[in-house]
């Protein structure tokens, strides 16, 4: 067994790039982690990281160990798929994340739940709406609002879940109802956009009587939590292009308004994303079958 942790010290290590990171993520010491991976490398007879003060970088014998480290860890991953299959009592940790809203709305109310069915595995459960890397930060599934780009991952589709664009009372009575989308373009109006670092020029798909347009809209601020986006509009200061689930109550106690609902946002999908192996943990799969059972159920007609 401690080679087995040995190695997964080292494949955490090689992921993260950093050793505090790796020892943080496996829930152990730095010094711990380094005297794994010196265990390894002295089992091994060779060198799998160089290191500097600041740099810790995978030697090439360290990238050919990463790949076959994968396989071996995959297939105790299957061992244990198996033996959980057969007695029927799949335990463990699931490291889950989820967008802000989809994770207060759906998945957060659903956790307690589904431990009441399957009791022997816990969840650990991480809200975010910035762009997530599944494999770096030990995920076992993401929910996902949009399109991912990382081929190297599975993805289950929920839902395409309506938009609509809103604003306060407020905001429209000094601003003005916009009349068209060209409008969302010029200083008339201020957009309050939901951006990571990292993210592209931010457009909203809008469905006009010509086809979709894709508007380049701007505001004086923006943030990366969505939470913070709602407060904006609540409070005046903007328009927000919002899933409707997530703004519904606030629409229909009049506290915010649609805006432009001749020319509507493009619906966004609601999807699930797990690695790619051959064969999916047990648990993960309840999980997921469960949650996409609960939010299909729960998601506004």
């Known amino acids: ?58 030697t090439e014998q360290g990238n050919t160990f990463y790949k076959g480290a994968l396989k071996i860890l995959e297939a105790v991953e299957e061992a244990e798929a198996d033996i959980n299959d057969i007695t029927r009592s799949p335990r463990g940790t699931l490291y889950v994340a989820a967008p802000l809203g989809v994770g207060q709305k759906f998945i957060a109310p659903a956790v307690p739940k589904f431990h009441e069915q399957y009791p022997l595995i816990n969840i650990r459960l991480r809200l975010s709406d910035r762009k997530l890397d599944l494999a770096a930060e030990g995920l076992d599934a993401a929910f996902f609002l949009g399109v991912p780009q990382d081929s190297n991952l599975r993805i289950r589709k929920i839902a395409d879940c309506p938009r609509v664009l809103c604003a306060a009372p407020a905001y429209l009575e000094k601003r003005g109802l916009p009349k068209s989308s060209e409008d969302l373009k010029t200083d008339a109006h201020d957009c309050l956009n939901l951006r990571y670092p990292g993210a592209p020029e931010f457009q909203w798909p809008l469905q006009t009587k010509t086809g979709t347009k894709r508007v380049t809209v701007s505001g004086p601020y923006e943030t990366d939590h969505g939470e913070i986006l709602t407060n904006w509009a609540l409070e005046g200061y903007g328009i927000i292009l919002k899933p409707v689930f997530e703004v519904s109550d606030h629409l229909a106690q009049g506290r915010l308004v649609p805006v432009l609902p001749e020319e509507p946002p493009l619906p966004i999908q609601l999807a699930c994303l797990y690695m790619h192996r051959r064969r999916q943990d047990p648990k993960a799969r309840l999980f997921i079958d469960f949650m996409v059972e609960h939010i299909t159920a729960a998601m506004p007609a």
């Open 1 to 58: 067994m401690a080679y087995l942790d040995n190695i997964q010290t080292f494949v955490r290590v090689f992921e993260l790039g950093n050793m505090s990171a790796a020892a943080r993520d496996l829930r152990i010491s730095a010094a711990v982690a380094s005297s794994r991976i010196s265990q390894l490398e002295d089992h091994l007879g060779v060198r799998l990281f160089q290191r500097t003060t600041r740099l810790l970088n995978p």
